[in-house]
């Protein structure tokens, strides 16, 4: 069975930080990339950044480039989003996905999705 399972979210101040994990299994962890989207209520689903476990590429969105930073352990199948100089804005459900490809625009790709941790920034 396919999993990916979040974790670390939760409620802090403007300018703070967080690190959001994914964990994966029930698939061949690096044949594929793992990507963070977020949804805020009221607004799209937005890709946030992406990481192919194959060969460590990496994408950001705009909106935190400079802030976020992703990463991969391999050994434990673990996605981490480092979470830095968080704003109101960043306050969203954030859900770890699957795809064959790593790509932050829409978010069709990804086969596989996780249920989702909310981040809250408080200013």
């Known amino acids: 069975e396919v999993q990916l399972v979040e974790s670390g979210g939760g409620l802090v101040q403007a300018g703070g930080s967080l690190r959001l994990s994914c964990a994966a299994s029930?698939?061949?962890?690096?044949?594929?990339?793992i990507g963070w989207f977020r949804q805020a209520p009221g607004k799209e689903r937005e890709g946030v950044s992406c990481?192919?476990?194959?060969?460590?590429?990496?994408y950001y969105a705009d909106s935190v480039k400079g802030r976020f930073t992703i990463s991969s352990d391999n050994a434990k199948n673990t996605v981490y989003l480092q979470m830095n100089s968080l704003k109101p804005e960043d306050t969203a459900v954030y859900y770890c996905?699957?795809?064959?490809?790593?790509?932050?625009?829409?978010?069709?790709?990804?086969?596989?999705w996780g249920q989702g941790t909310q981040v809250t920034v408080s200013s």
């Open positions: 990481i192919s476990s194959s060969d460590g590429n990496t």
């Open positions: 996905a699957a795809a064959l490809i790593c790509t932050v625009v829409g978010g069709n790709e990804y086969d596989y």
């Open positions: 029930g698939f061949t962890f690096d044949d594929y990339a």
